[in-house]
């Protein structure tokens, strides 16, 4: 078991940036796969940026690449989100998740654990 705290939302103006975080609970942080997803009003859960559990490889969806990256501290048991060059599109509430797996996938449905969720509103 393991839980899950999103925090880092708001309200940003296009072209801005801001910096989400995921706090872990319970089972050891290192044997998690870590991942973000999104889901915008009207629209499926998307998988967002991933990184493995032993933090060597990172991946991003095409959408956020090269603008936002994604980062784990295992002293402090949390996973970051630093978004940069935000644009409307990115509007959602921005979930973290875990996984046991080795490689996190990219479909939502692999992941067993989530947080609640943290709202990213960019006006533009």
């Known amino acids: 078991q393991v839980q899950l705290v999103e925090s880092g939302g708001g309200l940003v103006q296009a072209g801005g940036s801001l910096r989400l975080s995921c706090a872990a609970s319970?089972?050891?942080?290192?044997?998690?796969?870590m991942g973000w997803f999104r889901q915008a009003p009207g629209k499926e859960r998307e998988f967002v940026a991933a990184i493995m559990r032993s933090g060597s490889s990172t991946f991003y969806a095409d959408s956020v690449k090269g603008r936002f990256t994604i980062s784990r501290d295992y002293d402090k048991n949390t996973m970051s989100l630093q978004m940069t060059s935000l644009k409307s599109d990115d509007t959602a509430v921005y979930y973290c998740?875990?996984?046991?797996?080795?490689?996190?996938?990219?479909?939502?449905?692999?992941?067993?654990?989530w947080g609640q969720g943290t709202q990213v509103t960019v006006s533009s």
């Open positions: 319970g089972r050891t942080f290192s044997t998690f796969s």
């Open positions: 998740a875990a996984t046991g797996s080795l490689y996190p996938p990219r479909f939502h449905g692999a992941y067993g654990y």
